[in-house]
């Protein structure tokens, strides 16, 4: 890996990554079937949205992962967030929403909020700050709604506002509380068992209610009394197409004209199908997909190793190769994706790149009392240096970039076998630890903490064997990542809080716990035949994704097209 002064940004399709989007996604590849036209007449007010998640039960419950609304998106054309967040711009300060106002401490342990005056529920039902009490009581007490086990203390009433405490600073999850979805508290305290509860006839403060639900299609009608200026789409029409290749010939003929589907030849099977009107704009956030290494267990527990490991890889080929340069890549050696990760970038790397480097490696190497027989790597011990690297059947993106990887590793002696498991035996082995190297993915979140949490918090070790899905696969120990961590999460003092995301950036350049390959996808494609006024390049607002928390919002810009 060479760092070589940044030339002028390239400009690329970007992308980033809702990390469960992506899985959902991916996972979509071993489907089969092809999905059934649901477009209607063009120009009528209707707004076809799809996704290549297969078949849905008949769940809309906003706060499952697993639920209907979350997986096509249309939770938040129902339900809204206290605040509205630009993903791809994580330093701009959120909108209000629900919320009209909130004020947090100084130390981020109490949230003050003041509840927006004017909305109300479909059911005709007046909002209130109650419902907003009753929100994060219900998350509080149901531990499958907290999955970020936000550490909630009380939460209290008094008029329009509502006052939250918690045990612990939360600089860090400022964003996820405050994009908490807001549940009528006249309906959901009715439920006896909400964490199972399918919510069939979702009640919501948003523009739009469901009007007919079918495994295949999920239509949203616009109601009239919504509290903000009411969206020109009148009708909303979400289909679940049973792979990427079904939802890559809708969006190609037009039957579809919103979605997020990996398509590794895009420009001919879709941009050349109607270049006029067929884009698609994958900017990224602050989350990446990357090579983790096994720390530990030998060889990977060598630091120097895994440097040489990081210098050899060309991130260019696989963003080229693999991800068909949709995912994009990664020009810093901190893993911080650009421009996202801009305003955080410590000093020292501020106009750093990273380049692959074999020559880089290989010195990196002898100095560390490796050696070489022949065409294979010797580690100090006299071990020949060999990699068992793991990938999930029939994600092609990722076997392409193993398969990359394998070649360079190659380049250095090292030698690498490549072994697909089925998708499910290999996220055990990933949560589990029982690898030498496979790509995965991080958290993403409204700052690099979520990240590089996510890569080397020793407080989510285990030994290889136990089950760590929260994160640090790696299994990966430092002290001084954890302080900094700590420090990043819970200090009041900006200047602390700055230094400590500057430390997380040199261990990763410089212990490399793990190997950032590419950044992740925020992206979509969207057809401009009928709607215009999508996010892009030149008018950034907002992750184009059709299930990101902005979805509504990107709704509410579209104006028909002339």
Same mark, same amino acid.
């Given at each position: 890996m060479?760092l070589?002064?940044?030339?002028?940004?390239r400009?690329r399709?970007t992308?980033?990554v809702?990390t469960?989007?992506?899985l959902s996604?991916?996972a979509?590849?071993?489907?089969g079937?092809?999905?059934?036209?649901?477009?209607g007449?063009r120009?009528d007010g209707?707004?076809?949205?799809?996704?290549?998640n297969?078949p849905?039960?008949?769940?809309s419950?906003?706060?499952?992962?697993?639920?209907?609304?979350v997986?096509?998106?249309y939770?938040?054309?129902?339900y809204e967030?206290?605040?509205?967040?630009?993903?791809?711009?994580?330093? $701009?300060?959120?909108?209000?929403w629900l919320?009209? *106002?909130? $004020?947090w401490n100084?130390?981020f342990?109490e949230l003050?909020?003041?509840?927006?005056d004017?909305?109300?529920?479909s059911d005709?039902t !007046?909002?209130s700050?109650?419902?907003i009490a009753y929100?994060?009581?219900?998350v509080?007490d149901?531990?499958?709604?907290n999955?970020?086990?936000?550490?909630?203390?009380?939460?209290?009433q008094?008029?329009?506002?509502?006052?939250?405490?918690?045990? *612990?600073s939360q600089?860090?999850n400022?964003?996820r509380?405050?994009?908490?979805?807001v549940? #009528?508290?006249?309906?959901?305290? *009715?439920?006896?068992s909400?964490?199972?509860w399918e919510?069939?006839?979702?009640?919501?403060?948003g523009p739009?209610?469901?009007?007919t639900?079918?495994?295949?299609t999920?239509t949203?009608?616009r109601r009239d009394s919504?509290?903000?200026?009411?969206?020109?789409?009148?009708?909303?029409?979400?289909t679940?197409?049973?792979?990427?290749?079904?939802?890559?010939?809708?969006?190609a003929n037009?039957?579809?004209?919103?979605?997020?589907?990996f398509?590794?030849?895009?420009?001919?099977?879709?941009i050349?199908?109607?270049?006029d009107h067929?884009?698609?704009?994958?900017?990224t956030?602050?989350?990446?997909h990357?090579?983790?290494l096994?720390?530990?267990?030998?060889?990977?527990d060598d630091?120097?190793?895994r440097?040489?490991?990081?210098?050899?890889?060309n991130?260019d080929?696989?963003h080229v190769? !693999?991800h068909?340069?949709l995912?994009?890549?990664l020009?810093?050696p901190?893993g911080?994706?650009?421009?996202?990760g $801009?305003?955080?970038?410590?000093p020292?790397?501020?106009d750093?790149?990273?380049?692959?480097?074999?020559?880089?490696a290989?010195a *990196?190497?002898?100095?560390?009392g490796y050696?070489t027989?022949?065409d294979?790597l010797?580690d100090?011990?006299g071990n020949a240096?060999?990699v068992?690297?793991i990938?999930p059947?029939?994600?092609?993106?990722?076997l392409?970039?193993?398969s990359?990887?394998?070649?360079?590793?190659?380049?250095?002696?090292?030698?690498a076998?490549?072994?697909?498991?089925?998708?499910?035996?290999?996220?055990t082995?990933v949560d589990?630890?029982?690898f030498?190297?496979t790509l995965?993915w991080?958290?993403s979140?409204?700052t690099?903490?979520?990240?590089?949490?996510?890569?080397m918090?020793?407080?989510m070790?285990?030994?290889?064997?136990?089950?760590?899905p929260g994160?640090?696969?790696?299994?990966y120990?430092? #002290?001084?990542?954890?302080?900094a961590?700590e420090?990043?999460?819970t200090?009041?003092?900006?200047?602390?809080?700055?230094?400590?995301l500057?430390e997380l950036?040199?261990i990763?350049?410089?212990?490399?716990?793990?190997?950032?390959?590419v950044a992740?996808p925020?992206?979509?494609?969207?057809?401009?035949t009928n709607?215009?006024?999508? #996010?892009d390049e030149?008018?950034?607002?907002?992750?184009p994704?059709?299930?990101?928390?902005?979805a509504?919002d990107?709704?509410?810009?579209?104006k028909?097209?002339e």
């Amino acid at each position: 890996m060479r760092l070589t002064p940044r030339r002028g940004n390239r400009r690329r399709a970007t992308l980033a990554v809702a990390t469960a989007v992506v899985l959902s996604t991916l996972a979509a590849c071993s489907g089969g079937g092809g999905g059934t036209s649901n477009a209607g007449p063009r120009g009528d007010g209707v707004l076809n949205v799809g996704m290549p998640n297969a078949p849905q039960a008949d769940n809309s419950n906003p706060f499952l992962a697993t639920s209907a609304s979350v997986s096509l998106g249309y939770r938040a054309m129902i339900y809204e967030p206290l605040a509205m967040f630009n993903g791809i711009r994580p330093a $701009e300060d959120a909108r209000p929403w629900l919320a009209a *106002e909130w $004020e947090w401490n100084e130390d981020f342990t109490e949230l003050v909020i003041t509840a927006q005056d004017g909305p109300e529920w479909s059911d005709g039902t !007046a909002f209130s700050a109650a419902d907003i009490a009753y929100t994060f009581q219900l998350v509080k007490d149901t531990p499958a709604f907290n999955g970020a086990a936000i550490p909630f203390d009380e939460v209290e009433q008094d008029g329009d506002t509502v006052r939250l405490t918690f045990g *612990e600073s939360q600089f860090v999850n400022q964003n996820r509380i405050l994009g908490t979805y807001v549940v #009528p508290e006249h309906i959901w305290s *009715e439920q006896d068992s909400p964490e199972t509860w399918e919510n069939r006839e979702p009640v919501g403060t948003g523009p739009y209610v469901l009007e007919t639900f079918t495994p295949q299609t999920v239509t949203l009608t616009r109601r009239d009394s919504y509290w903000q200026g009411l969206p020109e789409v009148e009708e909303l029409r979400y289909t679940s197409y049973n792979d990427n290749n079904a939802q890559t010939t809708a969006l190609a003929n037009g039957d579809s004209e919103w979605s997020f589907v990996f398509m590794p030849d895009y420009e001919n099977v879709y941009i050349a199908k109607n270049p006029d009107h067929h884009n698609l704009w994958f900017p990224t956030s602050l989350g990446v997909h990357g090579l983790w290494l096994n720390t530990d267990q030998e060889p990977f527990d060598d630091p120097a190793l895994r440097r040489a490991v990081s210098q050899v890889i060309n991130r260019d080929d696989i963003h080229v190769q !693999a991800h068909a340069g949709l995912y994009p890549a990664l020009e810093n050696p901190t893993g911080l994706p650009l421009p996202a990760g $801009e305003p955080f970038l410590a000093p020292e790397y501020q106009d750093a790149v990273v380049e692959a480097d074999a020559d880089a490696a290989r010195a *990196e190497l002898d100095d560390a009392g490796y050696d070489t027989s022949g065409d294979t790597l010797l580690d100090p011990d006299g071990n020949a240096v060999t990699v068992d690297l793991i990938g999930p059947a029939g994600w092609s993106d990722y076997l392409t970039a193993l398969s990359i990887i394998s070649d360079n590793l190659g380049e250095i002696g090292i030698e690498a076998t490549l072994n697909t498991q089925t998708v499910e035996s290999w996220r055990t082995s990933v949560d589990n630890g029982e690898f030498d190297a496979t790509l995965h993915w991080t958290n993403s979140g409204g700052t690099p903490y979520d990240m590089y949490q996510h890569i080397m918090d020793g407080g989510m070790y285990h030994p290889v064997g136990e089950g760590s899905p929260g994160g640090n696969f790696g299994r990966y120990q430092n #002290p001084d990542a954890d302080a900094a961590l700590e420090t990043y999460a819970t200090t009041s003092d900006e200047g602390e809080r700055e230094e400590a995301l500057h430390e997380l950036q040199r261990i990763l350049v410089e212990d490399v716990p793990m190997v950032p390959t590419v950044a992740g996808p925020i992206g979509a494609q969207y057809n401009t035949t009928n709607w215009v006024g999508w #996010p892009d390049e030149s008018d950034p607002y907002g992750p184009p994704q059709p299930t990101q928390p902005n979805a509504l919002d990107i709704v509410l810009r579209l104006k028909a097209a002339e």
